[in-house]
């Protein structure tokens, strides 16, 4: 990593997230009464550059909201937040909505529509990844505006992480410039498995598995594995993403993958033990004060 390189940069997505909770999902063609939960800021994208900010890092966040009253709502959390960045505003299309069913317990469904998070482009992505030390992206934006923002960066010497999430089988043709490539295992198994992932071009896999176990896979090198924190989950919806931009701010930090994952661990957990996914509970102090427990 360049000593001329700093901070994070978060390429994605931001939606507003409608949360109902429900015991179960619903069948087809079944209506199922739930419970309003809220209306909470959210993306992957976002969630994990307010995750970042909250661990401590100077971060910015590169998205695409709508003229509209949501964008407004996302922009003022971001800022919140302490994160900077270039969040530009669509007139042709609205903000993102993601539809997010809490299931009891701790257990999330979610279905997004991407609105203007579709509009994210090639130049959008080069610009907003200019400078930093590590760069984060997802697969909710469109893949070419990815895949700039990695090689753009990758180029430059800063250290790349891919949310694999939504698993795409675009996502392989990404990895020859993926430092760190993050799945669950439901993802991990819809691209081919770590051995397809590795030998495809990513240096490294984290492997999470929920509130059990997360594992470093890497190319000839024995496996690491970092137990999670035992918890009681409220909600899930923003652990995964509380964990990438925890995972980005150690590692902006100069902190090693180790030591890294067990910082985003209790990220995860702490943001697991709030409703929303961008609860302000995640701090770099109560992230020093799960991690000391160990």
Known sequence: MSDTLTGVAVVGSANLDLVVAVSRPPRVGETLLGTAAGRFPGGKGLNQAVAAARSGAATRFCAVV?????????????????????????AAAPTGVAHVLALDGGDNSIIVAAGANAELGVADAVTGVAGAAVVLAQLEIPVGSVAAALRTAADAGAVTLLNAAPATESAIALLDDVDYLIVNETECAELGGVERLLGAGADAVVLTRGGEVVSLHRPHRDTVQVAAFPIDPVDTTGAGDAFCGALAAALAAGERIERALVVACAAGAIVARHHGANTAALTPEAVATLVATR
């Open 66 to 90: 709508g003229d509209d009253e949501a964008g407004t709502l996302l922009q003022r959390t971001l800022t919140d937040a302490g994160v900077t960045g270039i969040l530009r505003r669509s």
